[in-house]
């Protein structure tokens, strides 16, 4: 499959095996399968299939998320692979609202655990519901 992503946003080597790995290693996954450069074909134990964009974007905000989505379309999610990276709020609204799950790595890991496909759009990751919680308490 054919890579639509510029040489910037194009996640190198190194990274892509590293995703490879770690995904083919999950308790939740059956089969790992790099259908192009930056597409994989992730089958769940549960019998889900979801296609992955890995890409290599500083920050992924509302125009980064909209021309992914134009470039690729039928994929189940994207994972934005730095650590250094990150995903607007706004972002992951917007692509949620096409049934795509925007992830950092460590989120997308979280997100395999889910059964549905309502929970891994929705998954929240640790460190966030505990803020939601703190935020949430009343200061009386």
Not at 48 to 72: K, N
Request: glycine share 4%; proline share 3%.
């Amino acid at each position: 499959m054919e890579n639509h992503l510029l040489q910037s946003q194009t996640p190198r080597l190194d990274s892509r095996e590293f995703f490879y790995n770690i995904i083919s290693n999950h308790s939740k996954v059956e089969n790992i399968e790099q259908i192009g450069v930056p597409l994989f074909l992730i089958e769940k134990k549960n019998g889900d299939t979801l296609t992955a964009l890995l890409v290599d974007i500083y920050i992924i905000g509302d125009a980064e998320i909209l021309d992914l989505m134009s470039r690729y379309t039928n994929i189940d999610a994207i994972i934005n692979i730095s650590m250094w990276n990150n995903n607007a709020i706004s972002a992951k609204e917007i692509a949620r609202e096409h049934k795509i799950g925007l992830f950092e790595i460590k989120e997308f890991m979280g997100a395999l655990n889910c059964v549905s496909r309502k929970a891994f759009l929705n998954y929240i990751p640790p460190h966030e519901r505990e803020e939601n919680k703190k935020r949430n308490k009343s200061a009386f």
